[in-house]
Structure formats: C-alpha cells, structure tokens
C-alpha cells in the first residue's frame, strides 16, 4: 500500500471546499450576496477543505507508518 501525497489530497479539499461553497452561496433558494462576503465564504471553506484533507492525509501516512514500518516502498 502506497503512502498518500499529503499535497495532492490538500489541493483536492481545496477544490471540494470551492464547489461546496459556491453551491451554498448560488444556490437559487439563497439570497443574494454581497461581494466581500461572498469572498469571505469561499476562502474559508477553500482553506476549511484543504486543512480536514491534507490532516486526514497525513495521520492516514502515520498511523500507516506505525502499523506496518518505517518501510515504504
């Protein structure tokens, strides 16, 4: 079993965070806006997402280092 890029899984909560936003802020049952807040909304779910991925990605490397070895292939 391969180790996860710790990197890669950041850059796809990132995204998932942008798509989860967007979807709740132009959703048409919401309401409308305005530009700051919009943008305030979208930078914290972007950086929310990229965190809990790229945690989740390097406790999953760790606890993997711990149960079969520092071995990695």
Known sequence: ???WNTM???G???AIGLAAAALKLFAPW???QSGPVIAKDLIGAVLAFALLCGIAAALR???RRR???AKIR
Request: aromatic letters at 12%.
């Open 1 to 3: 079993m391969r180790l």
């Open 61 to 63: 490397n760790f606890i």
């Open 30 to 32: 919401s309401e409308p």
């Open 8 to 10: 890669r899984a950041i």
């Open 67 to 69: 149960l079969r070895g």
């Open 12 to 14: 796809y909560g990132g």
